[in-house]
């Protein structure tokens, strides 16, 4: 049995190095040698690269989604405290 193991991971800093926020994204895929076999020998297809080239696209669809709610909520926190304090 082969298996793959991609993990990818986001972490927003501080000025002051401490870290605010983290974000990780983990995909997994077992398969066994004829599966790998048959995809090579009819598609001409490398399992290994082909998992490991879609994993990274899921796993970074999920980053951009990730960074703009983290600032969008950052901001409005951010506007919600000065107009308090305003």
């Known amino acids: 049995m082969n298996k793959i193991r991609v993990q990818v991971g986001l ?4 000025d002051d190095g401490s870290t605010r926020d983290e974000q990780w994204r983990e995909a997994k895929a077992t398969w066994n040698n ?15 690269s082909e998992m490991i080239s879609l994993f990274a ?14 600032l969008t ?9 000065e107009d308090t304090e305003g």
């Not at 972490?11 to 501080?14: G, K, P, S, T, Y």
């Not at 599966?35 to 490398?46: I, M, Q, T």
């Not at 909520?73 to 405290?81: D, R, W």
């Open 34 to 48: 004829e599966a790998a076999e048959d995809l090579k020998v009819y598609h001409g297809l490398e399992i290994k």
């Open 57 to 70: 696209k899921e796993v970074g669809r999920g980053f951009p989604e990730f960074v703009v709610d983290y």
């Open 73 to 81: 909520t950052h901001v409005q926190n951010q506007q919600e405290a």
């Open 11 to 14: 972490r927003i800093v501080n």
